[in-house]
């Protein structure tokens, strides 16, 4: 098990992809008119047209027809099988992935009995093989598998006989049968990965020779031979044997599952997974579920960015990029430092390099000009044409700086391996011993070629994301100004013509240069934790600016507008004119060239999260000490909400992102401080009410986000209300291990005990909470006022601090929001 999922649980309620949220806006249903359940012979379908567009199954849980796929150029539509009752219309599958057809074209069950799917000229696009005679109608099942059969009501095809990515229960493959990975997430076409049970009966997932289909290198086998796998309702998937066997599970599951739609996917990026969505018929599964597609499982269970270390090709991701796991188990490619995404809207195609490469010519002349950027943890398992061993660290990065031909050494314990370019396999795992150090050109040492686009390279710079915080898993977050924003501009034009003077001058902060943030971290040597876009070294500065830093390394993000210089510059002036004891602070930064780095204070701590779901170096906080931390972040919420120049919505509130002070064990003067409150994008205000701009992190998040609302401080009340809760019970807002059904979503549980006079089964445990049940109860009570679903009943966090320390009475709290409407 690679070390990326540690420690949560391996059910992600919580933690499902919001990709699947954005998709469902961009697939646009056509029209709503059911067809007769049996279709006759002679029946059609025409895309685009303006009724009876698509055939429902039964219960209408399925559908068959067009579906338009957004992002195509010419009104692209898939004939397509769709979940139809939930509201992401999750296509399962698809006939014409390969080639989208335009309005006007139709699907026709003719009179001779064959389906066809034929463009707006008649010629025919797309038809099922092996049908044979005798179809007298075709039906859509409330399996979802679309059949054409005969008189007899036997089955001559079914589309559960060719699928395309996913599978559903009640669905067996057969030897032979292919699951080709989508392209990309919102793009249909067959994509990289495949997973087969082959005509030997072997169960493999490979990578494809894309863009063709076929197999090219293996990164799962099941190791034994069957004759199919089966899918049934209780959620277990396996190959059997011919007689019914079970050879292998590839999933089980002890969920109970009539409550929820199941299906199985090869996702655009390898990973075979299984997910859940409550059925809408069952409101019990909808308060325990997220209206949304969660994953139950998946396999490979090793980090799907190691295992692709074929000689040829380029790995999980692209050429010169590497693949790193982030958020829950999904994999993202990342380009390293000097260069950038060959093409920004496909970040599966890999990375070019951002400067002029060594001329080898000049023999001699380009040296001393090139640096190497370490890469921790991180290794590119081929592409090597020379190798070391036995040799120093020097050694190794002397013989690729003086190697014209050399564009990264990979070096792990005493051995080198020096790599050409284009650079594969890439990836990143914090079990990766090796590091690998990669030739970049120095910043000032622009070529002639390049000086030209040095200016224009300073005008790409994007800092619009930026995190702050320790953890590993730490999201990208957002700092949203939702009050009217007339003094950004003002401040924007002030700051235009030298914006890092303006912004140092005006909020004392400091201003460093590259070099000196390259000798505080020792050449950014140790790794705090990495997050989305970012990097934190820790840093010692001198004994004047005092000790221990973290630096934050923002990545190069893709080039956007001019406007970023000074965004960087305004969001840095926003975040430096912060000051509370309740915020971890921002000491400096650095705006150089291409660098973006931020000074913090060191918290030498570690979060919250560390402490409180144990599993980290930190003890777990006793009852007085988390009531101290929870007052201290509703404190430093107030101050961003309200007493701040500028107001801020933090919009990520969560425990990874409270980091504690180092006098938490002496008990009286501990502090507990909200980071990543900063440096994020500064939301406009149309743009706080797009949904794709969501980031917050799941279980977190208050239900507006997923709304056409308005977002405000509330969306902060309601995570902090989350967090609440899980300071007094000292575990996460879902658990599933160890936790009886009822119990498992913290909100509801808390309810629960709350409604039944029983708070103290929150705190079992604790035996100093359970001397102290009516504060107990104070707290649960506000926590459960916090996450109300509606905004408007949840306090402002001025008043939530007053309720916590006594001051103003708890009223009874209504039942909080429950999960199925949430979308
Ligand atoms: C569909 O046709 C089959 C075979 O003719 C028949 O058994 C079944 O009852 C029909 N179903 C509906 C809903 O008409
Ligand atoms: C899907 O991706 C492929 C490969 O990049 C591309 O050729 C195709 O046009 C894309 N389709 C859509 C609908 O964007
Ligand atoms: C599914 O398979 C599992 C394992 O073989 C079995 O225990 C269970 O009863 C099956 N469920 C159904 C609904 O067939």
Redesign the pocket.
């Known amino acids: 098990m690679a070390s990326y999922y540690s420690p949560q649980p391996k059910f992600y309620y919580y933690y499902s992809s919001l990709i699947i949220l954005c998709l469902s806006t961009l697939l646009f249903r056509i029209n709503s008119q059911p067809a007769p359940r049996n279709i006759s012979l002679g029946s059609s379908l025409t895309a685009g047209a303006a009724s009876k567009d698509y055939w429902l199954s039964p219960s209408g849980e399925f559908a068959f027809g067009f579906q338009q796929v957004a992002g195509s150029s010419a009104n692209g539509f898939l004939l397509a099988i769709w979940y139809n009752k939930i509201a992401q219309k999750t296509i399962v599958w698809s006939a014409n992935r390969n080639e989208l057809v335009s309005s006007g074209s139709t699907v026709k069950l003719t009179k001779d009995g064959s389906l066809m799917l034929a463009d707006p000229s008649g010629r025919q696009i797309w038809g099922p093989n092996g049908v044979g005679a005798g179809v007298s109608y075709g039906a859509l099942f409330d399996t979802g598998n679309f059949v054409l059969a005969n008189r007899n009501a036997a089955v001559l095809w079914g589309s559960f006989d060719q699928p395309t990515d996913t599978i559903l229960p009640t669905q067996i493959v057969k030897r032979g049968t292919e699951l080709i990975s989508k392209y990309s997430s919102t793009n249909y076409s067959t994509g990289r990965f495949k997973f087969t049970l082959q005509n030997d009966g072997n169960l493999v997932a490979y990578t494809t020779f894309y863009p063709q289909t076929g197999s090219n290198f293996p990164y799962w086998a099941g190791n034994i031979a069957g004759n199919s796998v089966n899918f ?3 959620g ?1 998937v ?1 190959l059997s044997s011919a007689n019914g066997t ?1 050879l292998l ?1 590839l999933f ?1 599951n002890k969920e109970p599952t009539q409550d929820l739609h199941q299906r199985l996917t090869i996702d655009h990026d390898g990973v075979i997974r299984l997910y859940a969505y409550p059925k809408q018929s069952s409101p019990s599964a909808g308060r325990r579920w997220p209206a949304e597609w969660t994953t139950l499982s998946f396999m490979p269970e090793d980090n799907i960015c190691g295992l692709m270390r074929d000689n040829t090709g380029s790995g999980a991701c692209g050429f010169n990029s590497y693949c790193q796991i982030e958020d829950a188990q999904f994999p993202k490619c990342k380009c390293p430092q000097g260069y950038k995404f060959l093409d920004n809207s496909d970040e599966s195609r890999g990375c070019l390099k951002t400067f002029p490469p060594q001329d080898c010519s000049s023999a001699g002349k380009e040296e001393g000009l090139f640096d190497l950027v370490e890469m921790v943890n991180t290794i590119f398992p081929s592409g090597d044409y020379e190798y070391y061993e036995s040799i120093s660290e020097d050694m190794c990065r002397e013989l690729c700086l003086s190697d014209c031909l050399c564009d990264a050494v990979t070096y792990e314990r005493a051995s080198c391996w020096k790599k050409r370019a284009p650079l594969s396999n890439g990836y990143m795992d914090q079990e990766n011993t090796g590091k690998t150090l990669l030739k970049v050109r120095r910043q000032n040492s622009t070529s002639t070629a390049d000086k030209e686009n040095d200016r224009s390279k300073k005008l790409m710079m994007t800092a619009g994301w930026v995190l702050l915080g320790s953890s590993v898993f730490v999201n990208l977050l957002f700092l949203v100004a939702s009050c009217p924003w007339r003094n950004k501009n003002r401040m924007m034009s002030q700051v235009a013509d030298d914006s890092d003077e303006a912004t140092a001058l005006s909020t004392n902060l400091r201003r460093f240069t590259y070099r000196e943030m390259e000798s505080a971290t020792g050449g950014f040597k140790q790794v705090l934790g990495s997050g989305a876009s970012s990097t934190v070294y820790k840093g010692v500065l001198g004994e004047r600016s005092g000790g221990n830093v973290a630096v934050k390394v923002l990545d190069k993000l893709p080039e956007r507008d001019g406007h970023d210089v000074r965004e960087f510059a305004t969001e840095v002036k926003i975040i430096g004119g912060t000051n509370h004891k309740n915020l971890v602070k921002l000491v400096g930064y650095c705006n150089e060239g291409q660098h973006r780095l931020l000074v913090y204070e060191f918290m030498s701590n570690g979060s919250l999260a560390d402490s409180l779901f144990g599993g980290g170096a930190f003890p777990r906080p006793n009852w007085y000490t988390r009531t101290q931390i929870a007052y201290s972040v509703a404190r430093g919420l107030v101050y961003l909400h309200d007493e701040c120049s500028t107001q801020i919505i933090h919009c990520d509130i969560k425990p990874q992102n409270i980091l504690l002070d180092e006098n938490i064990l002496l008990d009286e003067s501990l502090t507990a401080k909200i980071s990543d409150f900063g440096l994020a994008k500064l939301l406009k205000v149309e743009q706080t009410r797009t949904m794709t701009a969501i980031r917050g992190t799941k279980g977190y998040v208050a239900p507006e986000w997923f709304r056409n609302m308005a977002i405000t401080t509330k969306v902060d009340v309601y995570s902090f209300g989350v967090v609440l809760l899980e300071l007094v019970c000292c575990r996460r807002g879902f658990e599933m291990e160890g936790y009886e059904e009822e119990e498992m979503v913290l909100v509801d549980w808390a309810h629960e005990c709350y409604g039944d006079r029983m708070v103290g089964r929150l705190v079992e445990k604790d035996e100093e909470a359970m001397k102290d049940l009516v504060k107990v109860e104070r707290f649960v009570k506000i926590g459960l006022w916090c996450v109300q679903e509606d905004p408007c009943l949840r306090p402002e966090m001025k008043k939530v601090v007053h309720m916590l320390e006594g001051a103003v009475e708890v009223s009874v709290p209504p039942s909080p929001a429950s999960y199925i409407n949430t979308v």
């Open positions: 049934n309702k209780s277990n396996f079970i599970y089980t």
